[in-house]
């Protein structure tokens, strides 16, 4: 599997076929980090992710997502999803800037207002090295819920929604090629 950064953290790891992939998680933090190699071309894992009113058909558990405006470079966007018992629905809304730069594209994004007290993260995508044709995929993620919930539950849906996200997210992503 790939390196992260969290990579002393205990996590999940996901299995797309050829040790593509790998997901750390910090549940007590709330705090995630992805990276895997895509079979695609970086602009149109960036295209595919910057669709924004799209991204409920290729992220699991996103229910809506609602552009709301441009300013100053930044998107304004309001998601909704659901997510596993005891947690339910979520909304809220995130500042997002992307950006290219020589080829590697970057999405940037936080917390604006909403149902999380925290929700901020970033994703870098870049040609992979030696690897015609592929995207290396680099994304970490803050999140935390601003009810009370259980550790135990928090680390649960965690564990659930993002390996599924990763999964159908390449799925979209390689069947698109």
Request: hydrophobic content about 40%.
């Amino acid at each position: 599997m790939l390196e992260t950064e969290l990579a002393d953290v205990p996590g999940v790891g996901i299995q797309l076929g050829n040790d593509r992939a790998a997901v750390v998680t910090d549940t007590n933090s709330g705090r995630a980090c992805i990276e895997a190699v895509l079979e695609c071309e970086p602009q149109e894992v960036f295209e595919l992710l910057t669709d924004y009113e799209n991204l409920p058909s290729h992220i699991v558990g996103l229910q809506e997502a609602t552009f709301l405006g441009k300013a100053n470079g930044a998107s304004s966007v309001q998601f909704t999803m659901k997510l596993p018992f005891p947690i339910g629905r979520v909304c809220w809304t995130n500042l997002i800037e992307a950006s290219e730069c020589d080829g590697t594209y970057k999405i940037e994004w936080s917390l604006v207002e909403g149902d999380l007290s925290a929700c901020n993260g970033s994703i870098v995508l870049a040609p992979a090295e030696g690897l015609p044709r592929r995207t290396k995929a680099s994304y970490q993620i803050h999140v935390s819920q601003k009810s009370r919930i259980p550790k135990r539950a928090e680390r649960m849906a965690v564990n659930w929604l993002l390996p599924r996200v990763v999964r159908r997210l390449c799925a979209k992503l390689e069947s698109a090629v």
